[in-house]
Nanobody
Framework: QVQLVESGGGLVQPGGSLRLSCVAS????????MGWSRQAPGKSREVVASISSIGQRSYAASVTGRFTIFRDIAKRTVYLQMSDLKSEDTAVYYCYGSSNTGNFWGQGTQVTVAS
């Protein structure tokens, strides 16, 4: 069972930046598809960014150009660098992973964008 532990959430002003981190247990991290999703109050969860096992990245239209997903395989860590944050980015952000044995999720970290 792969465990994911997120960190880096918090309160940031509009236009600010924040970096989320997600550390995975296990030894097959490089083979996983990893990503970040978010859920705002009253809204359904949406995937904002993902990175495949070969490093291909994809982004939701709402964050393209502002968010960057990247990973450090040696550290078994995936990051979400968020810039030019807007109030509508306020949500609980979840790290997730997918392998041929199943999917797994982190516990979530709150990101609040407010002045």
């Amino acid at each position: 069972q792969v465990q994911l532990v997120e960190s880096g959430g918090g309160l940031v002003q509009p236009g600010g930046s924040l970096r989320l981190s997600c550390v995975a247990s296990g030894s097959d991290f490089g083979r996983f598809v990893m990503g970040w999703s978010r859920q705002a109050p009253g809204k359904s969860r949406e995937v904002v960014a993902s990175i495949s096992s070969i490093g291909q990245r994809s982004y939701a239209a709402s964050v393209t150009g502002r968010f960057t997903i990247f990973r450090d395989i040696a550290k078994r860590t995936v990051y979400l660098q968020m810039s030019d944050l807007k109030s509508e980015d306020t949500a609980v952000y979840y790290c997730y992973g997918s392998s041929n044995t199943g999917n797994f999720w982190g516990q979530g970290t709150q990101v609040t964008v407010a002045s």
